[in-house]
């Protein structure tokens, strides 16, 4: 069992940042992939980053290349979502996610926690 909490979510203006946290509970967490996904509301849940279990070779949804940058620490059973330029669009329910083995960029994820929310004023 894996147990999830985000952190670090707020309202701040459009090209502020902001730094997401999502700390694991359970053993063995570099085996797990992490990923952040957002919900809007009236819209699906989507992901926006990923992260495998050594940390190599992150994954970006177009939207948020070179804005937004997720890493983890492993001895901190920690993973990070540093967010940059913040757009309004970017409003969301945050969710981090995790599931053994690779990154899925569908919701096809074992456990998340309860979300985290960002509000990003123009």
């Known amino acids: 069992q894996v147990q999830l909490v985000e952190s670090g979510g707020g309202l701040v203006q459009a090209g502020d940042s902001l730094r997401l946290s999502c700390a694991a509970s359970?053993?063995?967490?570099?085996?797990?992939?992490v990923a952040w996904f957002r919900q809007a509301p009236g819209k699906e849940r989507d992901v926006v980053s990923g992260?495998?279990?050594?940390?190599?070779?992150?994954y970006y949804a177009n939207s948020v290349k070179g804005r937004f940058t997720i890493s983890r620490d492993n001895a901190k059973n920690t993973v990070y979502l540093q967010m940059n330029s913040l757009k309004p669009e970017d409003t969301a329910l945050y969710y981090c996610?995790?599931?053994?083995?690779?990154?899925?960029?569908?919701?096809?994820?074992?456990?998340w926690g309860q979300g985290t929310q960002v509000t990003v004023s123009s």
């Open positions: 996610a995790a599931r053994r083995g690779v990154v899925f960029t569908s919701p096809n994820y074992d456990y």
């Open positions: 359970g053993r063995a967490f570099s085996t797990y992939a």
């Open positions: 992260i495998g279990g050594t940390g190599s070779i992150p």
